[in-house]
């Protein structure tokens, strides 16, 4: 029997954005249709407060937990929104500090919920930024993920893809370059409540690990039998629990067509090992997304080509979910997820 599940699922999808709702079964939602959604997030502080931004279509904003939506982001100067982060509040703010990443690289940044914006233009002064690149086009480069410490209010991870995970420490009036040893082509990055100085790192050269909020870092690919890495969650309640989704590259990772992609889990400094219970076969599997929420604890959300699917015990066993996305919504892949309490 499936568990009794409280929480709603926001999925991102290259045609639309898609929210499950546990409502008396599942109730399914489609927004922005045809705008192209490639990234979400959810205010921590008022979760009434949604924002999708979209490849080619902007930024577009939800007031009441995703029911309507709004084109907002008036002062962004690009159209090409490829991340979207919300940070804890700020001297004594009722919103988030939003941030939106774009292509080509910058960031920009909203401390009144997204009515007016201002771009951090010291991260494209870093001196690493002559070198960032996409590889499938290697003119440009953008955002792949902005990652706030919602223990630390101004203190931002940013990953650029490719080239480098760069942080703020001071909210993007200043920024620290990427660090010796650390990852280069982040597509995911965590950090955690219960551990304010640790750093997680989903790479395309593989699993990292700071320590010291981003000042060194650690490569640890041991039992990683797939070390291009995609997604990356964390145990709520416990810092050492990290699942991740992996495949031997881009094309395994991405395209249903060559799909080859698996989840593994660790605890502490042990070993990877293959975490695919209950979980679909990893071939013709694109990388999963994964999501939590703080109020429950060793639950782990997934979403890729195959479904959805939960874990109640940190990723060790999975269970799917019985969701009637609308036919062949997911087939190719999912480009986020996020959770949104119900």
Known sequence: ?????????????????????????????????????????????????????????????????????????????????????????????????????????????SDDGGSTWRELSGLRMLPSSRTWSFPPRPDTHHVRWIEPNRTRPGEVFVAIEAGALVRTRDGGQTWLDRAPGGPIDTHTAATHLLAPDRVYSAAGDGYFESTDAGDTWARRVDGLQHRYLVGIAVDPADPNTVVVSAAQGPWAAYRPPNAAAYVYRKIAREAFDLAMEGLPDGRGTTASRFATHPDEQAVIYAANNQGTYRSEDTGRTWAALDIPWPSRALAQGVEGLACLPS
Not at 16 to 38: C, F, Y
Not at 41 to 68: F, I, K, N
């Open 1 to 109: 029997m499936e568990a009794v599940v409280k929480t709603s699922l926001v999925l991102v999808t290259d045609q639309v954005l898609l929210i499950a709702r546990p409502i008396t079964g599942w109730s399914v939602e489609q927004h922005l249709q045809g705008k192209s959604p490639d990234c979400v997030a959810v205010d921590p502080s008022d979760p009434t407060r949604l924002y999708c931004g979209t490849w080619g279509e902007g930024l577009w904003m939800s007031h009441d937990g995703g029911q309507t939506w709004d084109q907002t982001g008036s002062g962004i100067s690009y159209s090409e929104i490829s991340s979207v982060a919300v940070g804890p509040r700020e001297h004594g703010r009722r919103v988030g500090v939003v941030y939106v990443g774009t292509e080509p690289s910058t960031v920009f940044r």
